[in-house]
């Protein structure tokens, strides 16, 4: 079946203009996370939601950054007013949930959304 | 506070050797591992995962792991390399202590296969 896919695929944007990152989860995961990885860096963990709600938001880095996602569908990613550190390949990953049960903890990642802000 | 140590961040081997990335990790509950690997441009796919079942864990492309609670390890191997599996590897934890099923990870490896 159709995997996670994010869009757009690269974004290039001037410093201080807004972005979006879209996200569509697996249909059926009800868990979706955010994760930003820096250029030879591992996996920084943004944001967490299960279902629309968001119970773990530890990972922003700034009140610049901001989720949200519409039932168990489709998640956007912003970022206000860019800075050049926000650089980075933005990826999102779905699983099925998070309720206890080794089965369903796999995460399934997008292919992830570059960001260069110049 | 859980965290993930891999240690090399460029392993080379020749095709046909043997390949060991190592992981390890810290965890004050017991862990969910997992190894992911990213090919060039491509989002992250599961090689395998330790969910507290048999401490030797089998994953695709001939990749295994094994827990070690002891030396707090979760090194991967392959007996033979092949050229398609040069790509960076990451070792994850689970974080479970929040109930939220976020991965920690580690920095990555990258694995580099000489002809």
Same mark, same amino acid.
């Given at each position: 079946?159709?995997?996670?896919?994010?869009?757009?695929?690269? +974004?290039?944007?001037? +410093?201080? +203009?807004?972005?979006?990152?879209?996200?569509?989860?697996?249909?059926?995961?009800?868990?979706?996370?955010?994760?930003?990885?820096?250029?030879?860096?591992?996996?920084?963990?943004?944001?967490?939601?299960?279902?629309?709600?968001?119970?773990?938001?530890?990972?922003?880095?700034?009140?610049?950054?901001?989720?949200?996602?519409?039932?168990?569908?489709?998640?956007?990613?912003?970022?206000?007013?860019?800075?050049?550190?926000?650089?980075?390949?933005?990826?999102?990953?779905?699983?099925?949930?998070?309720?206890?049960?080794?089965?369903?903890?796999?995460?399934?990642?997008?292919?992830?959304?570059?960001?260069?802000?110049? | 506070?859980?965290?993930?140590?891999?240690?090399?961040?460029?392993?080379?081997?020749?095709?046909? %050797?043997?390949?060991?990335?190592?992981?390890?990790?810290?965890?004050?509950?017991?862990?969910?591992?997992?190894?992911?690997? #990213?090919?060039?441009? #491509?989002?992250? #796919?599961?090689?395998?995962?330790?969910?507290?079942?048999?401490?030797?864990?089998?994953?695709?492309?001939?990749?295994? @792991?094994?827990?070690?609670?002891?030396?707090?390890?979760?090194?991967?191997?392959?007996?033979?390399?092949?050229?398609?599996? @040069? @790509?960076?590897?990451?070792? %994850?934890?689970?974080?479970?202590?929040?109930?939220?099923?976020?991965?920690?990870?580690? #920095?990555?490896?990258?694995?580099?296969?000489?002809?």
């Amino acid at each position: 079946g159709a995997g996670v896919s994010q869009s757009p695929s690269n +974004k290039v944007t001037e +410093k201080g +203009k807004d972005v979006e990152l879209r996200c569509d989860p697996i249909s059926g995961h009800t868990a979706l996370y955010w994760y930003r990885q820096r250029l030879g860096q591992g996996l920084e963990f943004l944001i967490y939601f299960q279902g629309n709600s968001a119970p773990d938001k530890s990972g922003l880095p700034s009140d610049r950054f901001s989720a949200e996602r519409t039932g168990e569908s489709v998640s956007t990613l912003t970022i206000q007013r860019t800075q050049q550190e926000d650089s980075a390949v933005y990826l999102c990953a779905s699983s099925l949930t998070v309720v206890a049960g080794p089965s369903t903890d796999t995460q399934y990642f997008g292919p992830g959304t570059r960001l260069t802000v110049l | 506070a859980q965290s993930v140590t891999q240690l090399g961040s460029h392993v080379s081997v020749s095709e046909g %050797a043997l390949v060991l990335l190592r992981c390890n990790y810290s965890s004050s509950v017991p862990p969910y591992l997992f190894w992911y690997v #990213q090919y060039p441009n #491509q989002g992250l #796919q599961l090689l395998l995962k330790y969910t507290s079942a048999a401490t030797l864990v089998k994953g695709i492309n001939g990749f295994e @792991a094994e827990f070690k609670k002891s030396e707090t390890s979760f090194h991967l191997t392959k007996p033979s390399a092949h050229m398609s599996d @040069a @790509a960076e590897y990451f070792c %994850a934890v689970s974080d479970r202590s929040g109930n939220t099923g976020k991965l920690i990870f580690g #920095q990555g490896t990258t694995l580099q296969v000489k002809p």
